[in-house]
């Protein structure tokens, strides 16, 4: 099983491998890891279907974590970036055996355990957190049966919001990826503000910088964008034309370690500082508010809006209706049920 391991990914890390090829890879081990693991499609056991709420927002379900292994351009992308990332640290902490965080795993820590083919256990020691007890089962088999006790310091069960790190163990790496399109619904933002303070000076996030951007758009564009957003093999379709039709309106939120070691919250709870965007005259059919989410994973390895679930657009129905020289407030809220609030101010005569 270790030898498949390293084959798929080696593959998915491969810069010359061909699409195709890295489907096969990243299939082959959702394969493996649903088979060890338990949570496959064909359970018949409901608990693997919910989904959990908890202080920062929703702990996606056992059965929909897994199924994320299988959007194939987000599983290469991240291994990608968390790959460079490790490499990064290395230089950055010469000789010493990275200490690296990984707070809501899922049932496959998809983001790391396929890198222990790639370093050796005196190089990282991994320590993973999750919420959802059949998803802890789940990857505890995986490392069990695969031999890789060596790279993993623990398999922590609870809300990563109440994780605090040992004193006097370094933490040089914290990966995390509990999120949706416009950083929604699920505690990124929240982990984010809670677990950064705990990286040693230098230590590296990822990922490195999360944008959500509001623009106005056509609904008929966007709808076809929709429908043709990936190719066969699993990996986006270029809308590049796409992005230069649509109206910016600016920047809502950055969530970065810059960013939010000026946010003053502990993640628990708060508000980050409100961006107001006024809305310029447009054309009839340039009607649809939209917020648009990028996610830098580190260096040069970047997820765009409609490349992955996590960069998916978000349409704001309510706000279509909304005259030119209205201004809009936008606040982001971290909390049991994340996202942006608004209001509108309309234009006076």
């Given at each position: 099983?270790?030898?498949?391991l390293?084959?798929?990914?080696?593959?998915?890390?491969n810069?010359?491998?061909?699409?195709?090829?890295?489907?096969?890879?990243?299939?082959?081990?959702?394969?493996?890891f649903?088979?060890?693991?338990?949570?496959?499609?064909?359970?018949g056991?409901?608990?693997?279907d919910?989904?959990?709420?908890?202080?920062?927002?929703?702990?996606v379900s056992?059965?929909?974590?897994?199924?994320?292994?299988?959007?194939?351009y987000?599983?290469?992308?991240?291994?990608?970036?968390?790959?460079?990332?490790?490499?990064?640290?290395?230089?950055r902490?010469?000789?010493?055996r990275?200490?690296i965080?990984?707070?809501?795993c899922?049932?496959?820590?998809?983001?790391l355990?396929?890198l222990?083919?790639?370093f050796?256990?005196?190089?990282?020691?991994?320590?993973?957190?999750?919420?959802?007890?059949?998803?802890?089962?789940?990857?505890?088999?995986?490392?069990?049966?695969?031999?890789?006790?060596?790279?993993?310091?623990?398999?922590?069960?609870?809300?990563?919001?109440?994780?605090?790190?040992?004193?006097?163990?370094?933490?040089?790496m914290?990966?995390?990826?509990?999120?949706?399109?416009?950083?929604?619904?699920?505690?990124?933002?929240?982990?984010?503000?809670?677990?950064?303070?705990?990286?040693?000076?230098?230590?590296?996030?990822?990922?490195?910088?999360?944008?959500?951007?509001?623009?106005?758009?056509?609904?008929?564009r966007?709808?076809?964008?929709?429908?043709?957003?990936?190719?066969?093999?699993?990996?986006?379709?270029?809308?590049?034309?796409?992005?230069?039709?649509?109206?910016?309106?600016?920047?809502?939120?950055?969530?970065?370690?810059?960013?939010?070691?000026?946010?003053?919250?502990n993640?628990?709870?708060?508000?980050?500082?409100?961006?107001?965007?006024?809305?310029?005259?447009r054309?009839?059919?340039?009607?649809?508010?939209?917020l648009?989410t990028?996610?830098?994973?580190?260096?040069?390895?970047?997820?765009?809006?409609?490349?992955?679930?996590?960069?998916?657009?978000?349409?704001?129905?309510d706000?279509?209706?909304?005259?030119?020289?209205?201004?809009?407030?936008?606040?982001?809220?971290?909390?049991?049920?994340?996202?942006?609030?608004?209001?509108?101010?309309?234009s006076?005569?």
């Amino acid at each position: 099983m270790r030898p498949l391991l390293r084959a798929a990914t080696d593959t998915i890390l491969n810069p010359a491998a061909d699409r195709a090829a890295i489907r096969s890879a990243v299939f082959e081990l959702h394969e493996l890891f649903s088979t060890i693991g338990g949570v496959r499609e064909d359970h018949g056991r409901p608990e693997l279907d919910r989904d959990a709420w908890l202080a920062g927002g929703m702990a996606v379900s056992p059965l929909l974590a897994a199924r994320c292994l299988t959007e194939v351009y987000r599983t290469a992308q991240f291994l990608r970036g968390v790959y460079a990332a490790i490499g990064a640290a290395m230089q950055r902490f010469p000789g010493q055996r990275l200490q690296i965080l990984y707070p809501g795993c899922g049932p496959f820590a998809t983001l790391l355990l396929p890198l222990t083919s790639q370093f050796g256990p005196e190089q990282i020691e991994i320590t993973l957190i999750e919420a959802q007890p059949q998803s802890v089962q789940s990857v505890r088999r995986l490392i069990d049966a695969l031999g890789l006790d060596a790279w993993f310091a623990a398999v922590v069960q609870g809300d990563a919001l109440d994780y605090r790190h040992p004193p006097g163990q370094p933490l040089h790496m914290l990966v995390l990826e509990v999120m949706q399109g416009a950083l929604a619904r699920e505690p990124q933002a929240a982990l984010t503000l809670h677990l950064l303070p705990q990286l040693a000076p230098g230590g590296i996030l990822v990922p490195q910088k999360i944008v959500v951007d509001a623009c106005l758009t056509s609904q008929a564009r966007e709808d076809f964008a929709t429908l043709e957003r990936r190719d066969a093999t699993g990996f986006p379709v270029d809308h590049s034309n796409l992005a230069r039709q649509r109206i910016p309106l600016g920047r809502l939120l950055e969530l970065s370690s810059d960013s939010a070691a000026g946010c003053g919250s502990n993640g628990h709870a708060g508000r980050w500082p409100p961006v107001t965007v006024a809305v310029p005259s447009r054309p009839a059919e340039e009607n649809q508010f939209m917020l648009l989410t990028t996610v830098h994973i580190f260096g040069d390895v970047v997820i765009r809006d409609y490349e992955s679930e996590v960069s998916h657009p978000v349409i704001l129905y309510d706000l279509n209706s909304v005259a030119s020289g209205a201004e809009i407030e936008f606040t982001y809220a971290t909390g049991s049920k994340p996202g942006f609030r608004y209001t509108v101010a309309e234009s006076r005569p």
